[in-house]
């Protein structure tokens, strides 16, 4: 069983597309993120999400938001795409409050490829 | 606030040898701080974590890290490096209980035959 699993796993797309990438979690965790990943490997959070809380990084497009229709999935959708938007998109999930259980577990990333 | 700093953005050791990869952290809060390593094509694996327990922190495939408060540091050490090792290591922190997750930029790890 996939812990975190993402779709799909690569995205190629034109500028001034939508587009959107889904992400869902087994692990019963309440917390779930999004973090971009440029060509030179760096992790940037984009958003965490809880069902209290939404919290968005403020250097983030409003073209890209997150919609989660349940606990289990938080799904990225990104407006009007840019060939700045390339990047590997990596959803993660992890416990909030869990203690010493409060590690992120990560999908396998989803390759986007604006042209 | 919490932040992390990778020291070196690339370490390469001979197979055999000791691997040190240093990260020092930054937070305001009492931290959890965590190892990361992503193979190529691939998500992140958590290696290890700091959650208040012990200081000397065990991981798989071989690796631990120490937390010092003293020194605001998490280096990850193994003592023989494997040709399996090589990856990208990140360096976390996050708040204990926060919903946020802060990585360092990432050190690359080559392993030399």
């Known amino acids: 069983d996939t812990a975190v699993s993402q779709t799909p796993k690569y995205l190629v797309t034109q500028m001034g597309n939508d587009k959107s990438i889904k992400c869902e979690q087994n692990l019963g965790h309440d917390t779930m993120y999004w973090y971009k990943q440029d060509s030179k490997k760096f992790l940037k959070i984009m958003f965490s999400y809880n069902n209290k809380e939404l919290i968005i990084n403020e250097t983030v497009p409003n073209r890209f938001s997150p919609k989660s229709p349940d606990k289990a999935h938080l799904n990225l959708h990104i407006n009007s795409l840019e060939l700045g938007d390339s990047a590997v998109y990596f959803c993660a999930s992890s416990l909030t409050g869990g203690g010493r259980n409060t590690e992120a577990f990560f999908g396998q990333g989803t390759r986007l490829t604006v042209v | 606030a919490q932040s992390v700093t990778q020291l070196g953005s690339h370490v390469s050791v001979s197979e055999g040898a000791l691997v040190l990869l240093r990260c020092n952290y930054s937070?305001?809060?009492?931290?959890?701080l965590f190892w990361y390593v992503q193979y190529p094509n691939q998500g992140l694996q958590l290696l290890l974590k700091y959650t208040s327990a012990a200081t000397l922190v065990k991981g798989i495939n071989g690796f631990e890290a120490e937390f010092k408060k003293s020194e605001t540091s998490f280096h990850l050490t193994k003592p023989s490096a494997h040709m399996s090792d090589a990856a990208e290591y990140f360096c976390?922190?996050?708040?204990?209980?926060?919903?946020?997750?802060?990585f360092g930029t990432g050190t690359r790890l080559t392993v030399i035959p």
């Open positions: 976390a922190v996050s708040g204990s209980g926060a919903n946020n997750l802060f």
């Open positions: 937070s305001s809060v009492p931290p959890y």
